[in-house]
Each structure stands twice: as structure tokens, then as C-alpha cells.
């Protein structure tokens, strides 16, 4: 006969020995699910060292997808670690490592197939369109391209040719070998040795481009040489140094932009850079344009200045973009620049300036605008004039202006200064009064 504490104690008991059997059902399940994952992808190893064709590979990837399907249905119990401070390790993490493996193994065994032979006979024509060859280099590449397409030719039985004698024509002739082998003629398995082949010659195009001689493997003075940069410089006129500085001067006295713009181009030195420069500004010639304007673009003083020397109307709208910099250096010549090329395009950002905050830049503000000659700057000049707070430098600034635009109204502005206080605006009043007569 028992008593409830007996009952009680058996079903206790008996709890107990149910729930350490679940559990260790729970983890024989568990380690039984990793084994047989782990036995499905040794399987797929040893197809995939054992695959030959694209299709071998289609089969292995499909097993693949099916393994990291299941694997992402199934629920594994993370097992606690002993020591508080490690992670659970989670038994799923090695296999989708494996999988990742696989995946990576199969791609590596794909191909190569036609467009691989695109792809790289794409960037073979690009480095071909992209360097500057020297004399010495373009013949070396117009061999190797001829090389190139030789041998596309022995292996696709179509002829390519190079249109013409230009790296362009080259480049070109190169891309329509890589396009064809991408046109679908080309199988992965029935016609590997010929897309391989197709990849060997690419990389010995490549070689061959990599041997030739390039612009850049050239010293500075060598590229110079070659450009018959020195040619001009003899014994008699051979009087500076660095002779770099003779040629620009020499140069500059034979009205060629072209020597100064190389020397600009390839000689960095601050001393060289300046007298390009300089040269230019005193020659002002459009053919400069173009360079000087891309170091006016990153606010370069004696740039804006040569601008204004060359004074072409595209040349504004870089420039207006420095009248209110707040660096008054800048602005300065960039006003100057402005009122030389006289496009009344800069007119009102100009007439903007005449409330800066510097004397200075407000009255070489007003000198600009009195270049330019817009009859709407008559009123903003005059009303610099009239202001008697105003400096002196300014009001004779805007004086000049008025007179230098000489409509009947800019001169009567002006003429109405004749006893200023300022012998400046005297000046200019007078002139405006003669002109009037």
C-alpha cells in the first residue's frame, strides 16, 4: 500500500527519466541531421572534382541549392559553451561554410568561355585607345595588334582587319575579335581549346602592349626633346637658365603659343609654371585658352588673368563664380578679368560687388563695369558717386566708369561732380563735362 508522497515521488521520477530520454533523442537527432548533411556535401566534392562539362557543373550546383535549401528548413539546438564568455556555437555554420566552398569551386571551374575572350580583348583596346604612344611605341603596338588578329583569325576562320592608322582603327579591329567569340558561335566544352587559345593571344597582345614604349615612361626633357620643343634654341639665343625658360622666351618673341602651352603642360616647378604664364597674359592668345581656363578653374590668380588677356565671352561664366569669393586677391583679378573680355553677361554679379565690403574690390568693381560699357550700370555706378561716405578711391572709380560708358546720362552723372572734394572725381567730372560740349 503507498501513500501520496510515493505516487508523487514516482511520477517525479518518472518525469525525469522521460525528459533526459528526450533529450537525448534531441541531440543523437541532431548530430545524425549534421552527418547527413555533412555526407551530402563530401558527395558533391567528389562530383565536382570529378565534373568535365558545364552540364556535370549544372548538376552539381542544382544538388547544391537542394542541400542549402534543406539545411535552411532545418533547426539545430545550439549547444551552450562551458565558458560564459564564448559564443554558442551553431552547428549549421560549418556546412553553410562548405556550401559557400562549393559554390566558389564551381564557379571556378566554369568556362572560359566566349565573352571571357570579350572582356579581355575589351581592355586590351582600351589601354590601346587610353596611352599616349611615342614614335618608337606605335609601331611596336600596330605589330602586336596585327599579331592578334592573326591568330584570331587561324582560330574563328573569319578575317578582321584594321581600317586604318590610328589607335582607334586598332582598338576597334581588336573589339570585333572579342565580339564575335561572344556572338554564340562558341561552345564551353565542344570548343574550349579554341576559346583558350583566343585567351592566350589576348595575353600575349597584352604583354606586347606592356613592352611598348608609352608617352609617360619618358623623362620630362625627353618627351620635350621629341616634341622638337628645343628645336628653336641654338648657340646664339642659348642665354637662360633653365634653357626650358630660354624656349618659352624665345618663344614668346615668335608669337607661338604652342611652345609655352608644352612647357606649361609638362614642367611643374612654380618658376616655370610662372612664366608660362606670364608669357601668355602678354600674348593673349585663344589658342591658350583651354588650358589656362582649367587652372582658372581651381582659383589660380595668374590664370584669371591671362583669361581676361584672351578675353573670350565662354571664359564668363567660370569667372563669375569668383566676383563675391570674399578673397579679395581673387576677386580682384577675377573683376579685371571680367571688365577686359566685356561680356555684359557678368554685368549684374559685378554691379553685385559694388556693395562689398572692400574699398578695394568695389573700385576695381566699378572699373570693370565701366569696361563693359552696360548702360544699366549707370545707375549703381552713380549712386557709388553720390555717396559721400563712400571712399574716395571708390567714387573716382565709379566717376571713371560713368564717363568710360559716355551716354549722355553716365556723362551728366558725372559732370556733376565738377567741385567734389576728391581731385580724382574732379578729374573725371571734367572730362565728362568736355565731352558734353
Request: charged share 35%; net charge negative.
Amino acid at each position: 500500500m503507498s501513500n501520496g508522497d510515493d505516487e508523487r515521488a514516482d511520477d517525479t521520477d518518472n518525469g525525469a527519466s522521460g525528459n533526459g530520454a528526450d533529450t537525448e533523442s534531441g541531440a543523437e537527432s541532431d548530430a545524425a541531421d549534421v552527418g547527413a548533411f555533412e555526407s551530402r556535401l563530401d558527395d558533391a566534392e567528389s562530383a565536382l572534382e570529378n565534373a568535365e562539362t558545364e552540364a556535370d557543373l549544372d548538376s552539381i550546383e542544382a544538388t547544391v541549392d537542394d542541400i542549402e535549401a534543406d539545411l535552411e528548413d532545418t533547426e539545430f539546438s545550439v549547444v551552450e559553451p562551458e565558458d560564459e564568455d564564448e559564443e554558442p556555437e551553431d552547428p549549421a555554420e560549418p556546412l553553410e561554410d562548405r556550401i559557400g566552398d562549393l559554390r566558389d569551386g564551381i564557379e571556378d571551374q566554369r568556362g572560359p568561355y566566349g565573352e571571357d575572350v570579350a572582356d579581355a580583348a575589351g581592355d586590351a583596346a582600351g589601354t590601346i585607345r587610353g596611352t599616349r604612344w611615342t614614335r618608337d611605341g606605335e609601331p611596336a603596338v600596330a605589330e602586336a595588334v596585327e599579331t592578334y588578329l592573326g591568330a584570331a583569325e587561324a582560330e574563328l576562320d573569319t578575317e578582321f582587319g584594321v581600317e586604318g592608322d590610328d589607335d582607334d582603327s586598332r582598338a576597334d579591329a581588336v573589339e570585333s575579335v572579342g565580339e564575335t567569340a561572344a556572338d554564340g558561335r562558341l561552345d564551353a566544352d565542344e570548343d574550349a581549346d579554341i576559346i583558350a587559345a583566343l585567351l592566350e593571344a589576348v595575353d600575349t597582345l597584352e604583354a606586347a602592349l606592356e613592352d611598348a614604349e608609352e608617352w609617360s615612361d619618358l623623362e620630362v626633357a625627353e618627351q620635350l626633346e621629341r616634341e622638337g620643343f628645343y628645336d628653336r634654341m641654338h648657340s646664339e639665343n642659348r642665354k637662360d637658365f633653365p634653357p626650358e625658360l630660354g624656349v618659352v622666351r624665345i618663344a614668346e618673341a615668335e608669337n607661338d603659343p604652342e611652345r609655352i602651352l608644352m612647357a606649361l603642360e609638362n614642367l611643374d616647378s612654380d618658376f616655370m609654371q610662372e612664366n608660362c604664364l606670364d608669357a601668355l597674359r602678354r600674348l593673349g592668345s585663344e589658342e591658350a585658352l583651354e588650358p589656362v581656363e582649367a587652372l582658372a578653374q581651381r582659383r589660380d590668380v595668374p590664370a584669371i588673368e591671362v583669361l581676361g588677356k584672351i578675353a573670350d565671352e565662354s571664359a564668363v561664366e567660370t569667372l563669375v563664380d569668383f566676383v563675391d569669393s570674399g578673397n579679395p586677391p581673387l576677386q580682384k583679378a577675377t573683376l579685371r578679368a571680367l571688365g577686359e573680355i566685356g561680356s555684359e553677361e557678368a554685368s549684374q554679379p559685378i554691379a553685385n560687388v559694388l556693395a562689398d565690403s572692400d574699398p578695394a574690390v568695389r573700385s576695381v568693381a566699378a572699373r570693370a563695369l565701366g569696361l563693359i560699357g552696360d548702360t544699366r550700370a549707370i545707375e549703381p555706378l552713380s549712386d557709388r558717386l553720390d555717396d559721400e561716405g563712400e571712399a574716395d578711391e571708390v567714387r573716382a572709380s565709379a566717376a571713371w566708369a560713368l564717363v568710360r560708358i559716355g551716354t549722355k546720362r553716365a556723362l551728366e552723372s558725372a559732370a556733376a561732380h565738377d567741385d567734389d572734394r576728391d581731385y580724382g572725381v574732379q578729374l573725371e567730372a571734367q572730362k565728362a563735362t568736355d565731352a558734353t560740349v
